[in-house]
């Protein structure tokens, strides 16, 4: 009895070591992680914005990190204890079947991992990057190996896997000139002056901070306006305008759009130019009967 009591104990004080071994190296690599992600952060943030270069790469290497730590640990936990040694030739032997369970539970996640990198290598968008894709609009702010984080105008984060993202249209804003061409329509009645209302679209236009001249030397030279206002349909009720205007960034363009409705639209008004709206006349049956008796 003596014996077995004193293996007993053995066995005790091995399973502890073992639960020691584990839990501190998970510790570890927590820690580790938090830290090495904290000093990639800033380093990112500073050197990035120093020496002018894309922090797309820095971002994704940043939230990288934990899941190579965490590889570390486990390889280093499977390493150390002869429990899992033996479990991994097991596995090993079974690695046909065991690969193909694993593939199939992980598929989405391994796809997201690849496209994560397709992301990374083709760069149809960067952190910072304002894109639009299916119903949603907004500032790229991280690119991770699952998914990628973009701020929307509500400053609401909308979290997207990497394998749905890489397979949407993706309208990029600023992937290679940020300026941008903004349509601003306007409808006048048919009784207002049309060369009147145009040369007050281009006026208000051209005296806002966030217009830009993308006329060429030519277009300046043939007399093109910096504003360019044409008649784009003879709708029931009204006669509608567009005005092309150029902006410096999508926010700025869309800040120039508000801006000009409300100056246009006071300036019509001083000058008599009409912005219609549809009339109905309504006719009650009883009325109707009344007259015919």
């Not at 790229?140 to 993202?165: G, Q």
């Not at 949407?168 to 049309?194: A, C, H, L, M, T």
């Not at 208000?204 to 306006?225: L, N, S, W």
Request: aromatic share 14%.
């Amino acid at each position: 009895m003596h014996k077995i009591s004193e293996s007993v104990s053995g066995y005790d004080f091995i399973y502890f070591r073992y639960g020691v071994l584990i839990v501190s190296t998970i510790a570890i690599a927590f820690l580790v992680s938090f830290i090495l992600r904290k000093i990639a952060h800033v380093a990112i943030r500073n050197y990035s914005e120093r020496i002018k270069v894309d922090p797309t790469n820095y971002s994704f290497l940043k939230n990288s990190l934990s899941f190579i730590i965490f590889s570390i640990a486990l390889f280093f936990i499977f390493s150390k204890i002869p429990f899992f040694k033996s479990l991994g030739t097991a596995l090993f032997a079974g690695a046909g079947v065991f690969a193909a369970i694993l593939g199939f539970a992980a598929q989405k996640a391994f796809s997201n991992i690849v496209s994560g990198i397709f992301i990374l290598i083709f760069k149809p968008f960067r952190v910072g990057d304002t894109i639009e894709f299916s119903t949603y609009k907004g500032v790229v702010e991280e690119i991770t190996l699952r998914h990628t984080a973009i701020k929307n105008y509500e400053n609401r984060r909308i979290i997207v896997p990497n394998s749905i993202i890489s397979e949407d249209v993706i309208v990029n804003s600023d992937i290679i000139d940020e300026k941008i061409r903004q349509p601003i329509e306007f409808g006048i009645s048919y009784d207002s002056n049309i060369d009147k209302a145009i040369e007050i679209i281009q006026q208000e236009a051209e005296k806002h901070p966030f217009v830009i001249d993308y006329r060429t030397k030519k277009d300046i030279k043939d007399g093109q306006p910096k504003v360019l206002v044409r008649v784009v349909s003879l709708d029931d009720y009204s006669v509608r305008l567009r005005a092309y205007v150029w902006s410096i960034g999508n926010d700025a363009a869309f800040v120039l759009k508000c801006d000009l409705l409300k100056s246009v639209k006071k300036s019509f008004d001083k000058n008599g130019i009409e912005i219609p709206f549809p009339y109905r006349t309504i006719v009650y049956k009883n009325d109707l009967l009344k007259n015919n008796q």
